[in-house]
């Protein structure tokens, strides 16, 4: 493997200055994380500081095992990833495995590029940490029109939280609210049920504590609910904009905060060519039953339900 970037004879981290700095995010008086005499390169801002001392340094804050340097954080994954070639076989000789492991950790020190946040929370901590614990930034799930598909929906997701990565579902299946169940009455619809998997997202810290949970919910556009999944969030914006008026805490770790639902999540319509053709044309569209494919309600103009999406 040709070097591009390092020389054999000087490792990355003794090529750049060092110092020591304390990392501390708060407001004003209200300290939310503070650690002394951390070693980053002079380099760094001291933003970047702080965000990487609280996120992804490991280990418990004021514990010897506390991570304490940048060093050690990129020692951790680049050494890691290098070790895992060197085990398998990757490298055709130990020169290049080390040449791989030194130019892994120069782009890194540099901020030439950076790997996603379980990454970084989690590769290389196996030693002392869950030995199964995840790589990846997102997982895609499904869902099926039925309760126990849908609870274990919320259990794979808190799985996947709790290794401090994302999730991503697509819950048009579930049938709509104005839909009948079996047994009698009517559903519930997947608005209904995010609810209770953005509180369940909201309850659980990502990557050992360091960050709020990920999640990507999508809604095809023929949906029953559709309308109803578009302002779901804007509706509760208008309500945390009365809980700040009347003088709650509206910041992220607030008590006015949690009370605000659909905050966990990023929503997202999926169209069609067929429905953006009946935008072009001033056309209207038809809403389908998820039970058995008939149309349901009053067509929509299309154009209209456009502009709520936008």
Not at 208 to 236: Q, S, Y
Not at 243 to 257: E, H, K, N, P, T
């Amino acid at each position: 493997m040709r070097r591009y970037f390092t020389d054999p004879e000087v490792y990355p981290f003794d090529a750049v200055e060092w110092e020591l700095r304390d990392a501390r995010i708060g407001h004003g008086d209200k300290i939310s994380f503070e650690q002394s005499d951390v070693e980053f390169p002079k380099s760094w801002s001291q933003n970047a500081t702080n965000i990487v001392a609280q996120k992804y340094f490991r280990g418990l804050l004021g514990s010897p095992a506390r991570e304490h340097s940048v060093k050690q954080m990129i020692g951790r994954v680049a050494g890691t990833i290098a070790g895992w070639g060197r085990e398998r076989g990757y490298f055709a000789t130990a020169e290049d495995a080390d040449a791989f492991e030194a130019e892994l950790t120069h782009i890194l020190l540099h901020q030439m590029a950076a790997f996603n946040s379980p990454v970084w929370f989690n590769v290389g901590w196996h030693s002392v940490g869950d030995p199964k614990m995840q790589a990846s930034a997102c997982f895609i799930l499904s869902v099926e029109d039925n309760m126990e598909s849908i609870l274990e929906w919320n259990t794979k997701e808190g799985i996947i939280f709790r290794g401090g990565s994302g999730s991503g579902i697509n819950l048009s299946r579930i049938r709509g609210s104005m839909e009948p169940l079996s047994r009698g009455g009517t559903a519930s619809g997947p608005v209904s049920f995010m609810r209770g998997a953005d509180a369940w997202a909201g309850s659980i810290k990502s990557g050992g504590g360091t960050r709020r949970a990920a999640k990507m919910v999508a809604l095809d556009v023929d949906h029953p609910d559709i309308r109803e999944f578009i302002w779901c969030k804007a509706k509760e914006e208008e309500k945390a904009a009365a809980l700040r008026d009347a003088g709650f805490d509206m910041s992220i770790d607030g008590d006015g905060f949690h009370s605000i639902q659909y905050q966990n999540a990023n929503n997202s319509v999926r169209v069609t060519d067929e429905f953006m053709r009946a935008v072009e044309n001033d056309d209207h569209w038809r809403l389908i039953r998820r039970t058995n494919g008939e149309p349901i309600g009053e067509p929509i103009p299309a154009r209209q339900l456009m502009k709520e999406i936008a």
